[in-house]
């Protein structure tokens, strides 16, 4: 009848080593604390993504179960990927291309709509021709943003105006521009009003969501109303019956920090990085073992 806490496992580097080996004997260290008829149940589903001792090895020298975290969360990411309900939108934000390429290339031929705010939608409107000015922009990728528009053009949706400052600070004077405009000596922070607009129409209809990564920089209020304006559409449609899936990270904290109903989404998932990959169609080492 006994609880034992242990200290946080990322203490200990075995954890995370990259050797079989040096994880496996964490694993077993872990395993002697319990007895003869012990068990593993892992309900972490933000780390299922990684093969570590306590996700992954423990599991290979225990009977072992998925908790009703993990549970819940791969039956809505089954439900995103096999039984999905169409018209299907995903928007994706947040700030580099590269770290959801996988996500559109796999997505973009399977959802009617792939909405594109955040920072990487600079890379996107580089790869068009636009000056994005000092806007985010992964120039090693404007090649493969440019391949995507060209295979998945009528898919892709991107802002058709930006929120723009001289420099990245809250207090910095904001304004609205075409996003064929940006000037030079400019950052790019949050989508416009008339992209919001545009996006809600696509959103408005649809009957399954996925929602990864903020429109711009909600931490500062005068950018925060792409983010705020494409979560209330979301909202909107999952009041006339949309199932809508919001991927952890900065989507999740974008929600609370704007002070919006959590329960106004079907689901709010607890792993980004997990939900992303999952998307992308990769295995993941910590449901792999569990099955």
Known sequence: GDILLLEN???????TSKDDGERLALAKALVELVGDDGAFVSDGFGVVHRKQASVYDVATLLPHYAGTLVAAEVKVLEQLTSSTER?????????????????????????????????????FLAAQGFSVGTSLLQEEMVDTCRQLLETHGDVI??????????????DAPAETVAADRIPDGKMGLDIGPESVRRFTALLSNARTIFW?????????????????????????ATAKGAFSVVG????????????????GFSHISTGGGASLEYLEGKSLPGIQILE
Do not use: W
């Open 212 to 236: 990864n990564g903020p429109m711009g920089v909600f931490e500062f209020p005068a950018f925060a109303e792409g983010t705020r304006g494409v979560a209330e559409a979301i909202i909107a």
């Open 157 to 170: 949706h991107l802002p058709v105006d930006i929120v723009v400052a001289e420099r990245f600070a809250a």
């Open 9 to 15: 496992i990322r203490f200990d580097p075995r954890e």
């Open 87 to 123: 018209p299907y939108a995903v928007v994706l934000g947040g700030s580099k291309v590269s770290d959801k390429l996988a996500v559109i290339e796999n997505l973009a031929g399977k959802a009617d709509s792939v909405i594109i705010g955040g920072g990487m939608c600079f890379t």
């Open 248 to 263: 952890g990270g900065d989507s999740a904290a974008a929600v609370r920090q704007l002070g919006l109903p959590e329960d």
